[in-house]
């Protein structure tokens, strides 16, 4: 089956290997080839057209939790406290890992769930970079009221949600569907009830079928509904989607990826630019020198100062590029400073935590023998000893931040100062090109 123009190929974990998926959510996806790979990086065949991979469950950490507002802005810095409060911190130098989805909502207050993917070893991406990223359990149609249970990659997996959502999901520990992992789901079940964010229990599990040997046997199915104590029924596994809009995760090697392709294009485009106006000249050149003979001279003179002004733009380039780092926006040392200053956990009425210093490096450094431009935030403050915990939440603020995520932070111990009895810490953010 050959690829539309304007579809999109979706790379999704299938029962015992990868499923590459073609089409688009008006038209509905068609199964274009599956295979036995566990490994994304062993997949080829894809069609032409962008590609968008669905992470599997087993990479992917789910933490579901309420919020106490229906304000959207909040809910970023939210996640990323309760990600903290849970131990589940990303890699510094994995790229964007973590992201988070509403999965319902009320007058002050908020039903989301925050995710944390695990830095992807080698082999779990594909060759062909993805466009986009998103959890299967997103891509996957899962039927609101009840327990989902699908096999994905040689391993069991359950979700509870609804078609587009997941509040909650994860691999099952045993091999099989017995009674083990029925009391498990059930466990799960019952840490969301007791949360309050499932108010309603699930009134029976589907378990997805995918027509392959893997399938689960009628006795695991009753072993299965036994451990889990509601009823327990099997259908074919619904074809997947893509969310709109997809998730904002995005592996390190891939982002790294992206970037050197942008400034290999304007490269170039400057190199092509150059090229037609030489060749312009050229021809120019030509056609007055078939003119007359006579005018080779003056043609000459001219040509020679083209080049000079060719020599003068390259070398203003070259200039301009030193001068890159005070002209991008995005890193002004003030709209550096403002966005650390903003992520400050204090209140219109109370300051936790004082900045005694701040200092931002931003200039051309020789890095690895090659001259990169290289970034640098240092923030220093205090705190009270009673406001301790408020330390690790500035950390967090700005580790979430999306207006430093270009940024590494170093998040040291804060220390006790002798002379004034405070807590004071020093913050180290790196952001080279």
């Not at 935590?353 to 431009?373: A, H, P, W």
């Amino acid at each position: 089956m050959s690829a539309k123009k304007g579809d999109l190929n979706l790379l999704i974990p299938g029962a015992d290997g990868w499923e590459i998926w073609t089409g688009s959510n008006a038209s509905g996806y068609q199964l274009h080839s599956a295979t036995g790979h566990l490994l994304a990086l062993d997949v080829t065949g894809f069609p032409s057209g962008s590609v968008g991979m669905a992470i599997p469950v087993r990479q992917v950490s789910a933490v579901p939790f309420r919020a106490q507002t229906d304000d959207l802005a909040l809910l970023g810095d939210l996640a990323a406290m309760q990600l903290e409060k849970n131990g589940t911190r990303p890699a510094l130098d994995g790229g964007q890992l973590t992201d988070h989805f509403v999965f319902g909502a009320s007058p002050e207050e908020t039903h989301l769930t925050a995710v944390v993917m695990n830095p992807p070893s080698e082999g779990q991406l594909p060759r062909r970079s993805p466009e986009a990223f998103d959890i299967s359990p997103r891509c996957l149609p899962l039927v609101a009221g009840k327990v989902v249970v699908w096999r994905e990659l040689g391993r069991w997996i359950f979700g509870i949600g609804k078609p587009g959502q997941a509040l909650y999901f994860q691999c099952l520990s045993g091999e099989y569907l017995d009674d083990r992992a029925g009391n498990e789901v059930r466990l799960a079940m019952t840490q969301l009830q007791i949360q309050g964010l499932l108010k309603e229990s699930p009134d029976s599990v589907v378990v997805w079928a995918h027509d392959s040997a893997t399938d689960a046997r009628s006795e695991e199915i009753e072993a299965f509904a036994r451990g889990i104590g509601i009823s327990v029924h099997t259908s074919p596994r619904p074809s997947p989607s893509w969310p709109a809009p997809p998730s904002r995760l995005l592996p390190a090697d891939v982002r790294a990826e992206r970037l050197a392709t942008k400034g290999k294009r304007n490269r170039n485009i400057l190199i092509a630019a150059l090229l037609v106006a030489y060749l312009g000249l050229v021809a120019y050149l030509y056609l007055d020198l078939q003119k007359a003979q006579g005018a080779a001279t003056i043609a000459q003179r001219d040509a020679s100062g083209i080049s000079g002004e060719a020599e003068f733009l390259l070398a203003h380039q070259a200039k301009w590029d030193e001068l890159r780092p005070v002209v991008e926006d995005e890193f002004q040392p003030f709209e550096v400073l403002l966005n650390a200053y903003r992520a400050l956990p204090n209140t219109n009425t109370a300051r936790f935590i004082r900045l005694t210093k701040t200092s931002f490096t931003n200039q051309y450094r020789e890095i690895d023998g090659d001259m990169q431009v290289f970034r640098e935030v240092v923030l220093e403050g205090n705190a009270d000893q009673e406001n301790q915990q408020k330390i690790p939440a500035f950390a967090g603020n700005l580790r979430a931040s999306r207006e430093l995520e270009d940024f590494r932070w170093e998040i040291p111990p804060e220390i006790v100062d002798k002379r004034s009895g405070k807590l004071t810490f020093t913050f180290t953010g790196n952001a080279t090109d």
